[in-house]
């Protein structure tokens, strides 16, 4: 029998590699769409799944509408992917993020616990929670020291997660990922803003690229290989926390190179940097180490930095070559 997921989260660009992912593996998938003025499902419709989700109406932040959902889907696995994922938004929006990123965790655990208690949990944990790094390469073990409002709310949602797998003994897995993107990225993060506006000043259409640290380090995959790990994650007999990265970290500045090249451009004559892409505190580096993945889940990341980039400037060539 076919099993059933829901994902909340699953406009995003996560949420919509790993509907695919799981459409493919022939599960009947639900989502967990929060009400919007304007369409959401944009990144459905790029990977031709919109039409084969069962949507249920629902917000992290309204315990009821997650008690609905949870009833109503009867899932087998459950994906939180729901949250306000801009680290900057998170300085203006503090107390949104920490509900929808933080408590919203417990409303999905509670829902769980009361009515499907053996349904498997997976929390989108994140490399934020690194922030002012206490070891070189990050693991499992790695103590945390989170450096944003989103960070905080994010090791909240972290914590809950392993106190309620060990409370309770739900199956209940964290997947402490580490960035990654797509041509799917909302445009605000700064691979996808690099990406189109490469795309844009070669075809014309931008003259400059404003950027704040980009002597900032990241360990960038590509999202596609990254929903893999999560779904793994809920496969196994036990759940666990994971740390998914690739093991390299590069800074933004050279990603910025990347992408010119890409289009034969020099980055240099167009990147100008702006005080108001700063955070009032910083990530300066960070680099994974996804060693326990490796182990225990066979997982791997496919894709390179450079293949990631290519990929998203074509992707931006093509939509802003049509507009
Ligand atoms: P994303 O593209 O920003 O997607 C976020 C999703 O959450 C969207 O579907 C959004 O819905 C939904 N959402 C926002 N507020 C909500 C609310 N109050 N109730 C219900 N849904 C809500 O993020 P992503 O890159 O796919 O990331 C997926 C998850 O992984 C997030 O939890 C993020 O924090 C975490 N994460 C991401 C990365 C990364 O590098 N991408 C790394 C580590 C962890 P709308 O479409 O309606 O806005
Ligand atoms: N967004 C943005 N815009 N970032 C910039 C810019 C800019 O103009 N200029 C420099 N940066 C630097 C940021 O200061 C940061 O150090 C780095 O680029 C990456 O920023 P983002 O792409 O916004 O991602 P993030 O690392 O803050 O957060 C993402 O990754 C986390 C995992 O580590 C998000 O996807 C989070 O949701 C995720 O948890």
């Given at each position: ?5 829901l994902?909340t ?23 967990l ?25 629902g917000?992290l932040?309204?315990a009821?509408?997650i008690q609905?959902a949870v009833?109503?889907?009867?899932p087998?696995?459950i994906y939180n992917?729901g ?20 408590i919203g965790v417990t409303h999905l655990l509670e829902a769980i616990r009361?009515f499907a208690?053996?349904t498997?949990f997976y929390q ?33 949602g972290?914590?809950i997660t392993?106190?309620y ?5 739900l199956?209940a ?151």
């Amino acid at each position: 029998m076919s099993k059933t997921a829901l994902i909340t989260g699953v406009t995003g660009q996560d949420g919509a590699y790993l509907a695919k992912l799981l459409l493919e593996k022939g599960y009947d998938v639900h989502g967990l769409v929060a009400r919007r003025s304007s369409d959401t499902r944009w990144r459905l419709r790029e990977l031709g799944v919109e039409g084969q989700i069962s949507y249920h109406e629902g917000d992290l932040a309204d315990a009821c509408s997650i008690q609905r959902a949870v009833i109503k889907a009867k899932p087998d696995e459950i994906y939180n992917l729901g949250a306000q994922s801009f680290v900057g938004s998170s300085w203006d929006q503090p107390v949104t993020t920490a509900v929808v990123d933080g408590i919203g965790v417990t409303h999905l655990l509670e829902a769980i616990r009361q009515f499907a208690p053996q349904t498997r949990f997976y929390q989108a944990s994140t490399s934020e929670m690194f922030g002012l790094i206490q070891a070189e390469r990050q693991d499992e073990n790695t103590p945390f020291y989170p450096r944003s409002p989103y960070g905080v709310a994010k090791l909240y949602g972290h914590w809950i997660t392993v106190n309620y797998r060990e409370s309770f003994g739900l199956h209940a897995s964290s997947g402490i990922l580490f960035n990654h993107e797509s041509p799917l990225r909302g445009i605000e993060f700064v691979t996808r803003k690099v990406s189109d506006a490469a795309a844009r000043i070669k075809l014309g259409k931008q003259t400059e690229l404003r950027l704040g640290n980009i002597d900032a380090k990241r360990d960038w995959g590509f999202a596609g290989d990254y929903v893999e790990a999560m779904w793994l994650m809920l496969q196994q007999e036990q759940a666990d926390d994971y740390v998914v990265a690739t093991g390299v970290t590069t800074t933004v500045r050279d990603m910025c190179k990347l992408a010119f090249e890409h289009v034969g451009l020099n980055y240099e004559d167009y990147v100008v940097i702006d005080p108001q892409f700063f955070r009032p505190a910083e990530v300066e580096v960070l680099l994974g180490n996804p060693g326990k993945a490796e182990r225990k889940l066979g997982w791997t990341p496919k894709t390179s930095l450079s293949t990631l980039i290519e990929m998203m400037v074509e992707a931006d060539l093509r939509r802003v070559g049509k507009e």
